[in-house]
């Protein structure tokens, strides 16, 4: 552990409690654990242990390559795909058991033929799009394609029905969606078709809508304590690190970095640590759409240039917070840290912000569990 560079450290205790409180919440309400995108760039088998060693009864993934992963580390609880499968993928699906999204009758059917062939029932779940515009059936559709389902394919169990919010933090659009769905299960109940697992709530609508939560909710990041409130206290499991690998003094009026983006303003200390925008730094994902998006966006950016906010381009070494200085390059970084120069020596450790999800998988995750400290 000693000899690595840069690590994202896990605390897997923190995701079992986080696992824990949210099942107090919900009561006697199942739990799906999403860990598609390696468990939001925790590691996806050790998350995915953890969260079934806590309670969890069901996990979700987004493609059946993660499904299959999950069933070849040993993962034995039930794994929802939740993007929906190619026909020639119907055949993993059933010989791992994992669970298909349904939402054109080509699936359905190739699902089925699979099942068939192996002799087993396939576990499917429908999706109904209430509004998302992204993978599921429109409503209008749903009576007509189920009646399809229980009358014309004998391999396959429809054990679930679920549907997705666009905008969970808004009531509002959040219920007029819920109230779709809900009007759905009613209307195929009348038809006398009961699914055992009708699930709708990600980790924002669980927590402020608990009669939206029926038989199961879907959590990601509550488990990763990416969900900051009052109701449930959950808790960031994670940290990122890396060493300083190279310190030198630069005289003033020197340039830093790829494009000559910044010049020293006086004599500048700086550090080099081994982490750059390959390993996932400074990766911004979120892309000004609208008007007002626009304006935030440059806003922000005139008030960093004024100094009047602080910029976030920050990393803590020895409890003091420096700045990245100029362009951050494709694997490494360079931090100014002239206020704390007689204080930093080469293999101290920075602490990091990244986004998680954005943190390559080359950069080690270094999980603690029970006093146990290891590498996947
Ligand atoms: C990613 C995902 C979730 C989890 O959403 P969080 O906001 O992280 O809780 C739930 N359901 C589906 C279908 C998803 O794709």
Not at 40 to 66: K, R, T
Not at 236 to 250: A, C, D, E, G, R
Not at 331 to 338: A, F, K
Request: proline share 3%.
């Amino acid at each position: 552990m000693t000899n690595l560079t840069s690590w994202l450290y896990v605390d897997l205790d923190i995701i079992a409690d986080n696992i824990k409180a949210i099942k107090e919440y919900i009561g006697p309400v199942k739990l799906l654990a999403v860990v598609k995108a390696d468990a939001y760039g925790h590691g996806i088998f050790p998350v995915a242990s953890c969260a079934v060693e806590n309670g969890a009864d069901y996990l979700g993934v987004s493609s059946v390559e993660e499904g299959i992963f999950l069933r070849k580390k040993g993962i034995i609880a039930p794994v929802l795909i939740f993007n929906t499968i190619l026909p020639e993928q119907a055949e993993d699906v059933v010989n791992f058991n994992l669970t298909s999204t349904i939402c054109s009758i080509e699936s359905v059917k190739a699902v089925d033929e699979a099942a068939k062939k192996c002799g087993k029932k396939a576990r499917v779940h429908l999706k109904i799009d209430t509004g998302m515009g992204r993978f599921g059936i429109l409503p209008k559709d749903v009576v007509e394609f189920t009646a399809k389902i229980y009358s014309g394919f004998n391999n396959i169990y429809l054990e679930g029905l679920y549907t997705h919010f666009s905008l969970a933090s808004n009531e509002g659009n959040t219920r007029k969606q819920f109230n779709l769905f809900s009007s759905l299960i009613n209307e195929l109940k009348k038809k006398g078709i009961e699914i055992p697992l009708k699930h709708a709530c990600n980790s924002t609508a669980l927590l402020n809508y608990k009669d939206m939560h029926l038989d199961m909710v879907r959590s990601g990041n509550l488990v990763y304590g990416m969900c900051p409130t009052s109701k449930i206290k959950t808790k960031n499991p994670s940290q990122l690190y890396s060493k300083i690998v190279f310190l030198k003094t630069l005289p003033k009026g020197h340039h830093v970095g790829y494009g000559n983006k910044f010049t020293t303003k006086k004599t500048t200390t700086i550090a080099i640590i081994p982490f750059g925008y390959y390993e996932g730094l400074g990766l911004t994902v979120h892309q000004p759409s609208n008007a007002v998006d626009v304006l935030k966006y440059l806003l922000k950016h005139l008030l960093t240039a004024l100094g009047i906010r602080k910029q976030d381009r920050i990393v803590t070494i020895k409890g003091v917070k420096c700045n990245i200085l100029g362009k951050i390059s494709m694997q490494n970084s360079i931090i100014d840290v002239t206020d704390i120069r007689d204080k930093v020596s080469i293999g101290d450790v920075a602490e990091l912000n990244a986004r998680r999800i954005n943190i390559s998988s080359s950069v080690a995750r270094v999980y603690h569990k029970e006093n146990r400290i290891f590498t996947e």
